[in-house]
């Protein structure tokens, strides 16, 4: 299941929550989820109407009034603490690190103790928290979303008067195609930025898909913009082949990370190499350069995904000579392939099993297995590919 976020009238903790308990996921079910990481609080979901369009408006009431807002640190052992699933608390924590980085930039303040102010309070947590647990929820695998319309005007806020879009959401859609509206508020706060930079892993047009579900998550002002204050959420299935009812290409955005080095052993080259793959790089490439001063130089070329994105920025900063790397986002078409194993005169052996565009279908024997049989029977390792592929062409695979 994949989805896409619409966002023709801006995007806030409220207005994702909203879209997701018009998906169909159940308020009871969420409380139920968050009762062992937060109380004092009651979710209430109102159906209402924005130019006659159905939506789910949220509102988090909090019982306990005295409650007080946390800083990051207090958030974060929060999370961590928490019996969450395990990307559920990826996400948050990665959400919550984006506005505690944005806002120690503002107020110059040191990170783990900044002060959270509105994004602190039980209602925000909840916004931000129950937003990834809807993804997992509803099975969603991935998440596009359109470039992000901003708002204009000023706010009052606890720092005072300050200018929309509001520093903090600037700061946290760094390299995130935003575009003007006509919208003269707030339109994007802090929280609905974070939740969006985390879960996206491109922005633009929609994808190719069939849509199964639509949910409209209700906002709660007059934009000035002729637009209803809503958020669209669309769910559905990955396009198909619509001959042979099989998706013969992938599509989806990857990163592509580089970085030139001249100074470096070609020791180490190896033992990176190894590390980033161990890191989830999808692929790893050195190309050899002529450099300034007419040095040869090694250029290293990482493909990874989105979430991998700063893990392998900081592996290849720490284990390399390099002091900065180029990285930007890219569009990938592949073949479906997937893993099989297919039974050979060896025995049984792991294959890359690909769909080609005919819809025909190959195999690539595993390196590592096809080794280890070269290995054992001393036999050429082109021979081994050669009577692996034969049989995988001629038995039953498993």
């Known amino acids: 299941m994949i989805a896409y976020f619409d966002i023709f009238s801006g995007i806030s903790g409220d207005m994702t929550l ?31 109407k924005k130019n006659h369009i159905k939506a789910t408006d949220i509102t988090v009431n909090i ?17 961590e603490k928490s019996t969450l699933p395990e990307k559920v608390k990826k996400h948050c924590l990665s959400a919550f690190k984006k506005i505690a980085l944005a806002e120690s930039h503002i107020h110059y303040q040191n990170i783990e103790t900044i002060h959270f102010h509105e994004i602190g309070g039980i209602d925000s947590i909840v916004d931000i928290v129950v937003s990834f647990l809807c993804v997992e929820y509803l099975g969603i695998k991935k998440v596009f979303a359109s470039d992000i319309p901003l708002g204009s005007g000023s706010i009052d806020c606890s720092h005072g008067k300050i200018p929309v879009p509001v520093p903090a959401t600037l700061a946290i859609l760094k390299n995130i195609p935003v575009k003007p509206s006509n919208a003269t508020t707030e339109i994007v706060t802090p929280t609905g930025a974070a939740i969006i930079s985390t879960l996206a892993c491109s922005f633009g047009t929609m994808p190719e898909m069939t849509i199964k579900k639509t949910g409209y998550g209700s906002g709660k002002k007059d934009t000035g913009a002729g637009l209803p204050n809503l958020l669209r959420i669309v769910l559905g299935e990955p396009a198909v082949n619509k001959t042979k009812k099989r998706l013969t ?33 999808l692929d790893v ?13 090694l250029q290293i070329e990482v493909i990874c995904q989105k979430d991998d994105l700063d893990n392998i920025i900081n592996i290849i900063l720490t284990e390399t000579t390099s002091i900065g790397v180029r990285y930007h986002e890219c569009k990938r078409d592949s073949l479906v392939r997937e893993n099989a194993i297919v039974k050979t005169r060896f025995g049984d052996i792991e294959v890359k099993k690909i769909v080609n565009l005919d819809s025909s279908v190959r195999f690539i024997p595993e390196y590592e297995a096809a080794k280890e049989v070269a290995k054992t029977k ?14 995988a062409n001629t038995l039953d695979m498993d």
Not at 252 to 265: A, G, L
Not at 378 to 391: A, G
């Open 285 to 297: 490439c050195y190309i050899p350069v002529q450099m300034k001063k007419s040095r040869p130089g």
């Open 63 to 79: 019982v306990n009034q005295h409650e007080l807002s946390r800083n990051y640190k207090d958030i974060k052992i929060l999370i």
């Open 249 to 281: 290409v992938q599509k989806e955005t990857i990163y592509v990370v580089k970085t030139n080095i001249d100074d470096m052993s070609p020791e180490i080259s190896g033992f990176l190499m190894e590390v980033l793959f161990d890191h989830n790089a």
């Open 18 to 48: 909203g879209a997701f308990i018009d998906l169909g996921v159940p308020v009871e079910w969420v409380e139920e989820k968050l009762s062992t990481l937060l109380s004092g609080f009651k979710i209430e979901a109102t159906i209402v």
């Open 378 to 391: 001393q036999i050429p390792l082109k021979d081994v590919f050669i009577q692996i592929l034969s049989d």
